[in-house]
């Protein structure tokens, strides 16, 4: 490939003149060929990469300027000075298809000739691309053949830095202004400059990388060592000259010694590689908190950045359908390089020492815990996949972490299987001999296989291929004579290897590795004075519950022993744990603060069984408050859609109004439905069916109603619910239905949203709802549809001053049933109601809406109502304000008092707050 680059930076555009000789090393004839041609793939809101960011709530792409998305302009393509047929690629506009003049024939190539213009995107996308400041940071800037191996291998940018390109021969010659400095892994050939403008060349053989770096400012620097030269502007810690030669030293030759000789003179490391895939957890810490040694944070951000580059020059494969094994490599030498080199460094550093911090089990832990620690985060939400899936099929956090994470531990798991540290000899010995050979997982798989007599049919079935999550218990131990005859019990479907431990007080006497357990296995070991017997102590083995592994030879209570924490902890599994959190809380106006301890179960990982009781004390009502909630979730691994069901008892008691309390008791199952083969879909399934045991204090003061008359009654509730969230196309609907001795109700609710191309939003809401019978209507709305406030019967939502009538709290809005937003009469239906509430974008986050309904009560005929008004959206469903207008009220913005007709959403919950931040992720 021969690249001629000229940079226009008044536009932020490239001229591309481009070269390809391409050798078709098949046994097939190629009557067209297939280019990728990335810089396109920010074109429209409709590409592979901008739907990408919708589903993943990435509002940057949708919300920029027209000139920040890129594109690329494709002017000509020719061959032997014949112009050439091309299209894009329906459904990859990324992709160009081209017509050769003539079939390539095998073991020949064929050479085209392409002009086209790159438009430059701004880099706030994908961190490549073009800054505020002008500088140039580039991947898969221009024109690449994709690989034809039988099949042409292409695939459309979705922001996962994972472009298939063969083995090529680079040469570009770069032209921009002199003011700027150029950086490339190529080697650079030639440089010279005419008048205002610089001329750089670089070439390269047998290359996979050519990222391209243009910056107003000197930001690399060069360190030379004996193998090859490190470029980077890796953010240094302020480590001065001579500790970052002498680390960076120390990376090379680890690299060196451990993936072979590196094939090029210069390997290149930009800040971008490391913030796109950061040491997760250091990357978190502000900068003022230095819990690890500052040479230390550096070696590990060069080492795993030079990883991944390191990887990405010798191994040609295809990250989009093979990356696990790239992933598992990169993730297994850091994991080695930590234990050689810092054998003793905790998960929290320097933190695991201090008083009060280090009795937490998690700042005990070893550094190197945190990778299976990630992986069964997500093992234990059963929304893990699969390490052969594709990896544009993968949810956020398994892309970006608990795959590579679980790759890793899952080599360091066959190394120890395989003892003599046979893993760390295969792995240099495949890198050197594929070097430059397309690689796959049967590939690796066959080598491997070959290394060893040991049965490894386990790891490249069920270990990579499969989610099945591994789960073994000690289900008794008995002493007799000299021998301890121990039964291991295989509480899943798949069976691995697992190790067996036998102690003595704290001492390990022995470890043997058992194989093919399917159901149980009995085994005799040696009595050495064992006092009891573990299994997977050392935890190399990923298990998906590690507390069932102890058996106690001793005379104990407990298996475990008790163990009473403060705060939230990472589970010890030698411990039967319970944790107690303070807890500061404003839930509503009556109680004011709430001053308590919850004591509880869960631990960072989730557990099937979750408990929590938590009293609690008002400092407004003085009076003791509180709830206990018991919940066990079912998870469902069989290929239909139901993906857990969850068994629920909540019981609370807390204020509703000044001195009246109400005590709730729910008990409920939930059943959720999700599509199992493709996690990254943003649609969920409910149904919800739940019994609501509500017991209210009496209110003296209040008229005398069937209301306050029976302030107690139950309600059986059903609802079904269906939600498809995304950043462009928005709709939920639920029908719900409730039955209690005085009513019975049917209600539908749907909602759809829909951002628009020019970044306009559009907002629909109908509600109908229905009484099957109604015993009440004659005495109390209590029960009754709301036009603009529920009144909450049955507890439900976040009310802050539920019973407030005028003031601050009765303004605040909850958008529910009725869904209007100025307070006109009819205010209930006591028979039946429908409504339709929409709103559009004006400017930014300020909106127009509107509402109309027809409300019916007994007695009167049905009424038409309406409002209208101005919503100011700062964070949608969460902190919003909403203005009147007009209404049946007439011109509500020119009334008395117009201040309190002001209705307002506000979210204090951090929990739900931290939804809009996590959702992405999973």
Same mark, same amino acid.
């Given at each position: 490939?021969?690249?001629?680059?000229?940079?226009?930076?008044?536009?932020?555009?490239?001229?591309?003149?481009?070269?390809?000789?391409?050798?078709?090393?098949?046994?097939?004839?190629?009557?067209? $060929?297939?280019?990728?041609?990335?810089?396109?793939?920010?074109?429209?809101?409709?590409?592979?990469?901008?739907?990408?960011?919708?589903?993943?709530?990435?509002?940057?792409?949708?919300?920029?300027?027209?000139?920040?998305?890129?594109?690329?302009?494709?002017?000509?393509?020719?061959?032997?000075?014949?112009?050439?047929?091309?299209?894009?690629?329906?459904?990859?506009?990324?992709?160009?298809?081209?017509?050769?003049?003539?079939?390539?024939?095998?073991?020949?190539?064929?050479?085209?000739?392409?002009?086209?213009?790159?438009?430059?995107?701004?880099?706030?996308?994908?961190?490549?691309?073009?800054?505020?400041?002008?500088?140039?940071?580039?991947?898969?800037?221009?024109?690449?053949?994709?690989?034809?191996?039988?099949?042409?291998?292409?695939?459309?940018?979705?922001?996962?830095?994972?472009?298939?390109?063969?083995?090529?021969?680079?040469?570009?010659?770069?032209?921009?202004?002199?003011?700027?400095?150029?950086?490339?892994?190529?080697?650079?050939?030639?440089?010279?400059?005419?008048?205002?403008?610089?001329?750089?060349?670089?070439?390269?053989?047998?290359?996979?990388?050519?990222?391209?770096?243009?910056?107003?400012?000197?930001?690399?620097?060069?360190?030379?060592?004996?193998?090859?030269?490190?470029?980077?502007?890796?953010?240094?810690?302020?480590?001065?000259?001579?500790?970052?030669?002498?680390?960076?030293?120390?990376?090379?030759?680890?690299?060196?010694?451990?993936?072979?000789?590196?094939?090029?003179?210069?390997?290149?490391?930009?800040?971008?590689?490391?913030?796109?895939?950061?040491?997760?957890?250091?990357?978190?810490?502000?900068?003022?908190?230095?819990?690890?040694?500052?040479?230390?944070?550096?070696?590990?951000?060069?080492?795993?950045?030079?990883?991944?580059?390191?990887?990405?020059?010798?191994?040609?494969?295809?990250?989009?359908?093979?990356?696990?094994?790239?992933?598992?490599?990169?993730?297994?030498?850091?994991?080695?390089?930590?234990?050689?080199?810092?054998?003793?460094?905790?998960?929290?550093?320097?933190?695991?020492?201090?008083?009060?911090?280090?009795?937490?089990?998690?700042?005990?832990?070893?550094?190197?815990?945190?990778?299976?620690?990630?992986?069964?985060?997500?093992?234990?939400?059963?929304?893990?996949?699969?390490?052969?899936?594709?990896?544009?099929?993968?949810?956020?956090?398994?892309?970006?972490?608990?795959?590579?994470?679980?790759?890793?531990?899952?080599?360091?798991?066959?190394?120890?299987?395989?003892?003599?540290?046979?893993?760390?000899?295969?792995?240099?010995?495949?890198?050197?001999?594929?070097?430059?050979?397309?690689?796959?997982?049967?590939?690796?798989?066959?080598?491997?296989?070959?290394?060893?007599?040991?049965?490894?049919?386990?790891?490249?079935?069920?270990?990579?291929?499969?989610?099945?999550?591994?789960?073994?218990?000690?289900?008794?131990?008995?002493?007799?004579?000299?021998?301890?005859?121990?039964?291991?019990?295989?509480?899943?479907?798949?069976?691995?290897?697992?190790?067996?431990?036998?102690?003595?007080?704290?001492?390990?006497?022995?470890?043997?590795?058992?194989?093919?357990?399917?159901?149980?296995?009995?085994?005799?070991?040696?009595?050495?004075?064992?006092?009891?017997?573990?299994?997977?102590?050392?935890?190399?083995?990923?298990?998906?519950?590690?507390?069932?592994?102890?058996?106690?030879?001793?005379?104990?209570?407990?298996?475990?022993?008790?163990?009473?924490?403060?705060?939230?902890?990472?589970?010890?599994?030698?411990?039967?744990? $319970?944790?107690?959190?303070?807890?500061?809380?404003?839930?509503?106006?009556?109680?004011?603060?709430?001053?308590?301890?919850?004591?509880?179960?869960?631990?960072?990982?989730?557990?099937?069984?979750?408990?929590?009781?938590?009293?609690?004390?008002?400092?407004?009502?003085?009076?003791?408050?509180?709830?206990?909630?018991?919940?066990?979730?079912?998870?469902?691994?069989?290929?239909?859609?139901?993906?857990?069901?969850?068994?629920?008892?909540?019981?609370?008691?807390?204020?509703?109004?000044?001195?009246?309390?109400?005590?709730?008791?729910?008990?409920?199952?939930?059943?959720?439905?999700?599509?199992?083969?493709?996690?990254?879909?943003?649609?969920?399934?409910?149904?919800?069916?739940?019994?609501?045991?509500?017991?209210?204090?009496?209110?003296?003061?209040?008229?005398?109603?069937?209301?306050?008359?029976?302030?107690?009654?139950?309600?059986?509730?059903?609802?079904?619910?269906?939600?498809?969230?995304?950043?462009?196309?928005?709709?939920?609907?639920?029908?719900?239905?409730?039955?209690?001795?005085?009513?019975?109700?049917?209600?539908?609710?749907?909602?759809?949203?829909?951002?628009?191309?020019?970044?306009?939003?559009?907002?629909?809401?109908?509600?109908?709802?229905?009484?099957?019978?109604?015993?009440?209507?004659?005495?109390?709305?209590?029960?009754?549809?709301?036009?603009?406030?529920?009144?909450?019967?049955?507890?439900?939502?976040?009310?802050?001053?539920?019973?407030?009538?005028?003031?601050?709290?009765?303004?605040?809005?909850?958008?529910?049933?009725?869904?209007?937003?100025?307070?006109?009469?009819?205010?209930?239906?006591?028979?039946?109601?429908?409504?339709?509430?929409?709103?559009?974008? $004006?400017?930014?986050? $300020?909106?127009?809406?509107?509402?109309?309904?027809?409300?019916?009560?007994?007695?009167?005929?049905?009424?038409?109502?309406?409002?209208?008004?101005?919503?100011?959206?700062?964070?949608?469903?969460?902190?919003?304000?909403?203005?009147?207008?007009?209404?049946?009220?007439?011109?509500?913005?020119?009334?008395?008092?117009?201040?309190?007709?002001?209705?307002?959403?506000?979210?204090?919950?951090?929990?739900?707050?931290?939804?809009?931040?996590?959702?992405?992720?999973?």
């Amino acid at each position: 490939m021969d690249v001629k680059a000229t940079f226009d930076v008044t536009k932020n555009q490239i001229r591309i003149s481009q070269t390809i000789t391409y050798f078709n090393k098949t046994n097939d004839t190629l009557q067209s $060929i297939y280019l990728n041609d990335w810089s396109n793939s920010f074109a429209t809101k409709n590409t592979p990469l901008a739907k990408r960011f919708s589903e993943e709530f990435k509002t940057e792409f949708h919300f920029a300027k027209n000139e920040d998305r890129g594109y690329s302009v494709i002017t000509s393509i020719h061959q032997n000075e014949v112009e050439l047929e091309f299209d894009r690629v329906k459904d990859h506009i990324d992709v160009v298809k081209v017509e050769l003049e003539t079939p390539l024939l095998p073991k020949n190539s064929y050479t085209i000739h392409l002009n086209y213009i790159v438009q430059v995107p701004n880099d706030k996308f994908t961190r490549y691309g073009v800054s505020t400041y002008g500088d140039y940071n580039l991947r898969y800037w221009y024109a690449t053949p994709a690989v034809y191996n039988g099949e042409w291998q292409y695939s459309s940018h979705k922001d996962l830095d994972d472009m298939f390109v063969p083995e090529s021969d680079i040469r570009l010659e770069i032209t921009c202004p002199l003011n700027y400095y150029i950086e490339s892994e190529l080697d650079k050939i030639d440089y010279y400059h005419v008048k205002d403008n610089q001329t750089v060349v670089f070439s390269g053989k047998n290359r996979l990388n050519s990222k391209l770096f243009l910056n107003k400012l000197s930001l690399y620097r060069e360190i030379e060592t004996d193998n090859f030269t490190l470029i980077s502007n890796v953010d240094d810690e302020n480590l001065n000259a001579m500790n970052k030669a002498l680390v960076t030293d120390k990376i090379v030759q680890f690299l060196t010694d451990n993936l072979g000789d590196y094939p090029h003179e210069r390997l290149l490391i930009s800040d971008i590689d490391y913030r796109k895939s950061p040491i997760y957890g250091l990357n978190l810490l502000p900068s003022f908190i230095r819990p690890f040694p500052d040479h230390f944070q550096y070696e590990l951000k060069i080492l795993k950045t030079g990883l991944r580059n390191y990887l990405e020059n010798i191994l040609l494969i295809n990250p989009r359908t093979d990356q696990w094994l790239m992933d598992g490599i990169q993730t297994y030498y850091l994991m080695k390089y930590v234990d050689e080199n810092y054998p003793d460094m905790k998960l929290a550093g320097t933190l695991s020492n201090i008083w009060g911090i280090k009795s937490f089990h998690a700042m005990q832990l070893d550094f190197n815990a945190q990778y299976s620690f990630l992986y069964m985060h997500m093992a234990r939400q059963n929304i893990d996949q699969p390490l052969t899936m594709p990896k544009d099929s993968l949810i956020k956090f398994n892309e970006n972490i608990a795959n590579k994470y679980k790759a890793g531990v899952g080599l360091k798991y066959m190394n120890d299987y395989l003892g003599n540290q046979l893993v760390d000899s295969i792995l240099t010995e495949f890198l050197i001999t594929n070097r430059h050979k397309e690689v796959n997982t049967e590939r690796f798989e066959r080598f491997v296989k070959s290394k060893t007599d040991k049965d490894l049919e386990w790891f490249f079935t069920d270990y990579i291929h499969t989610k099945k999550y591994i789960d073994y218990t000690i289900s008794k131990a008995i002493r007799e004579n000299d021998s301890i005859h121990v039964t291991i019990k295989n509480n899943s479907d798949i069976s691995v290897p697992i190790s067996l431990f036998s102690f003595t007080d704290k001492t390990v006497t022995s470890k043997i590795w058992l194989n093919s357990i399917k159901d149980s296995l009995t085994v005799t070991i040696p009595d050495t004075q064992t006092t009891k017997v573990v299994l997977n102590h050392d935890q190399i083995v990923p298990e998906f519950n590690v507390r069932n592994n102890t058996k106690t030879l001793t005379k104990a209570l407990f298996n475990r022993p008790l163990q009473i924490r403060l705060i939230k902890d990472i589970e010890d599994p030698d411990y039967n744990q $319970i944790f107690l959190m303070p807890i500061v809380e404003f839930n509503n106006i009556y109680d004011g603060i709430v001053l308590g301890v919850k004591a509880y179960n869960k631990t960072v990982l989730r557990k099937p069984f979750y408990y929590k009781i938590a009293p609690q004390y008002g400092l407004k009502s003085q009076s003791l408050t509180g709830s206990v909630t018991l919940n066990y979730i079912q998870y469902i691994d069989d290929s239909s859609p139901l993906f857990n069901i969850n068994y629920g008892v909540g019981a609370s008691y807390s204020s509703y109004a000044e001195d009246l309390f109400v005590r709730k008791f729910t008990p409920a199952v939930q059943l959720s439905f999700r599509d199992k083969n493709n996690l990254r879909s943003n649609k969920r399934h409910y149904l919800n069916l739940r019994y609501v045991d509500i017991n209210r204090d009496s209110d003296p003061s209040a008229l005398l109603t069937s209301e306050t008359n029976q302030p107690n009654y139950g309600v059986l509730n059903l609802r079904y619910n269906h939600i498809d969230k995304d950043l462009v196309n928005y709709s939920s609907w639920f029908a719900d239905t409730q039955f209690s001795e005085k009513f019975g109700k049917v209600a539908l609710n749907y909602e759809y949203r829909k951002l628009t191309k020019n970044n306009r939003q559009y907002n629909l809401r109908f509600f109908a709802g229905v009484f099957l019978y109604n015993k009440t209507f004659r005495d109390s709305d209590y029960f009754s549809f709301a036009l603009d406030r529920p009144t909450d019967y049955l507890f439900d939502y976040n009310y802050y001053g539920r019973s407030e009538s005028d003031g601050l709290f009765s303004q605040q809005l909850i958008i529910a049933e009725g869904g209007f937003k100025s307070q006109l009469q009819p205010s209930f239906a006591n028979q039946w109601i429908t409504t339709l509430n929409g709103s559009m974008t $004006i400017w930014k986050y $300020i909106l127009a809406y509107g509402d109309v309904g027809l409300v019916k009560n007994h007695d009167t005929g049905a009424e038409f109502v309406y409002d209208t008004g101005v919503r100011v959206s700062l964070i949608e469903d969460y902190f919003e304000l909403y203005f009147p207008v007009y209404s049946n009220l007439g011109w509500e913005i020119a009334q008395p008092q117009y201040a309190e007709k002001i209705r307002f959403i506000v979210t204090l919950d951090f929990k739900t707050l931290l939804g809009l931040f996590t959702r992405r992720w999973y």
